[in-house]
T-cell receptor, first 112, second 115 residues
Framework: GENVEQHPSTLSVQEGDSAVIKCTYS??????FPWYKQELGKRPQLIID?????GEKKDQRIAVTLNKTAKHFSLHITETQPEDSAVYFC???????????FGAGTQVVVTP | DVKVTQSSRYLVKRTGEKVFLECVQD?????MFWYRQDPGLGLRLIYFSYDVKMKEKGDIPEGYSVSREKKERFSLILESASTNQTSMYLCASSLGGESYNSPLHFGNGTRLTVT
């Protein structure tokens, strides 16, 4: 079955710097890759997603890139702010049921 | 906005008790899921359902069962709670049907402690 590895497990950045989180997946049939942000004590919420027919997608300060050949996708956060501090999860799926495999999560800490 | 509601935020149960975790969504979603969240392990799928009365095992179904009698409600059942089932449980739903690969909408979670 699908396996998703996420790195790094923790990431500390200075406010204003960029943060990059990378995920690799094992199943070449994976075709949809969402990213979720989970603030402390809150539910995971979708922040951006990408489908396999697209290489890059941007939404203001966040972007996701997909390399199907290498089977990895990355989350990029530019001009980080303290409110970006959270745990970020990547996920992938191969089927229309929406059964996702999640990465282990990255704790991002943005220091002023 | 989709609302996924889990009946309890915190639960404390004793070993051997039967435990019910309830989840309700209000957006007519076809798919519903139960995940377990543990530090360093991410979210692991316990069971999911793509239709009323339908259920499929996820990656870690042992010790759990589910029930979906109505479209909007998906229940997770721990037949005999054990201490290794102490965890955060997240319910989620997604559009499903003809919507290919729609994102998950999560509830706030139930933190279950089994003593």
């Amino acid at each position: 079955g699908e396996n998703v590895e996420q790195h790094p497990s923790t990431l500390s950045v200075q406010e204003g710097d960029s943060a990059v989180i990378k995920c690799t997946y094992s199943d070449s049939a994976s075709n949809y890759f969402p990213w979720y942000k989970q603030e402390l004590g809150k539910r995971p919420q979708l922040i951006i997603d990408i489908r396999s027919n697209v290489g890059e997608k941007k939404d203001q300060r966040i972007a996701v890139t997909l390399n199907k050949t290498a089977k990895h996708f990355s989350l990029h956060i530019t001009e980080t702010q303290p409110e970006d501090s959270a745990v970020y999860f990547c996920a992938s799926t191969t089927d229309s049921w929406g059964k996702f495999q999640f990465g282990a999560g990255t704790q991002v800490v943005v220091t002023p | 906005d989709v609302k996924v509601t889990q009946s309890s935020r915190y639960l404390v149960k004793r070993t051997g008790e039967k435990v019910f975790l309830e989840c309700v969504q209000d957006m007519d979603h076809e798919n519903m899921f139960w995940y377990r969240q543990d530090p360093g392990l991410g979210l692991r799928l316990i069971y999911f359902s793509y239709d009323v009365k339908m259920k499929e095992k996820g990656d870690i179904p042992e010790g759990y069962s589910v029930s979906r009698e109505k479209k909007e409600r998906f229940s997770l059942i721990l037949e005999s709670a054990s201490t290794n089932q102490t965890s955060m449980y997240l319910c989620a739903s997604s559009l499903g049907g003809e919507s290919y690969n729609s994102p998950l909408h999560f509830g706030n979670g139930t933190r279950l402690t089994v003593t």
